[in-house]
């Protein structure tokens, strides 16, 4: 059983850049893709960006500007940056498998792992 | 961007009854070349990652119940509790991966009556 855990600061400030972990246990990360999707409190879920397990990356036009993601195969894990983040970031952050993707596009389809989730604040 | 809009925002079903939940694309998300409507189902109980129910907007996935199904075509998509559970109370959302970036839904929440 896949299983994905995400690890991260709990509390970021302005200006500042927000950096997550996912771990992926139960499987390989050289297979699949992993996702980075979002979630205001009390809101409804923003996907962040994608990535192959090759390092091809594909990011949702809003947050490109902004937004990086990582893989390090050797340690099973994918990673998320965001710079520059503001109170509109808070929110939780979640990693999520996507078993296939548009290869045309290089985009996921949907997703079928997620991780608990992990809640990340903007503040002072 | 696709917009997907779902409705209602919530409602409430007696326990053993039929919810009806429906999802709106502001675009076609059925791709022609081979048929398939790029539409999937999620649900979130609280405090809780979402629970993939549906892809392919019809084809359930593995474990989940069959009084969970999904239809529809182009741009406009159903998902039927055939008899809704206490364990079904939740916020349901769907999305689109016909086009990038991937889109969802404002969510439905799911009560009992």
């Known amino acids: 059983q896949v299983q994905l855990q995400e690890s991260g600061p709990g509390l970021v400030k302005p200006s500042e850049t927000l950096s997550l972990t996912c771990s992926v246990s139960g499987g390989s990360i050289s297979t699949y893709n992993w996702n980075w999707i979002r979630q205001p409190p009390g809101k409804g879920l923003e996907w962040i960006g994608y990535?192959?397990?090759?390092?091809?990356?594909n990011y949702n036009p809003s947050l490109k500007s902004r937004v990086t993601i990582s893989v390090d195969t050797s340690k099973n894990q994918f990673s998320l940056m965001l710079t520059s983040v503001t109170a509109a970031d808070t929110a939780v952050y979640y990693c999520?498998?996507?078993?296939?993707?548009?290869?045309?596009?290089?985009?996921?389809?949907?997703?079928?792992?997620w991780g608990q989730g992990t809640l990340i604040t903007v503040s002072s | 961007d696709i917009v997907m809009t779902q409705s209602p925002d919530s409602l409430a079903v007696s326990l053993g009854e039929r919810a009806t939940i429906n999802c709106k694309s502001s675009?076609?998300?059925?791709?022609?070349?081979?048929?398939?409507?790029?539409l999937a189902w999620y649900q979130q109980t609280p405090g809780q990652p979402p629970k993939l129910l549906i892809y392919w907007a019809s084809t359930r996935d593995s474990g989940v119940p069959d009084r969970f199904s999904g239809s529809g075509s182009g741009t406009d998509f159903t998902l039927t509790i055939s008899s809704l559970q206490a364990e079904d109370v939740a916020v349901y959302y769907c999305?689109?991966?016909?086009?990038?970036?991937?889109?969802f839904g404002q969510g439905t929440k799911v009560e009992i009556k």
């Open positions: 999305q689109q991966y016909y086009s990038s970036p991937r889109t």
């Open positions: 675009r076609s998300v059925l791709y022609s070349s081979n048929n398939k409507n790029y």
């Open positions: 990535i192959h397990y090759s390092g091809s990356t």
């Open positions: 999520a498998r996507a078993p296939d993707y548009d290869i045309s596009t290089g985009t996921p389809y949907y997703f079928d792992y």
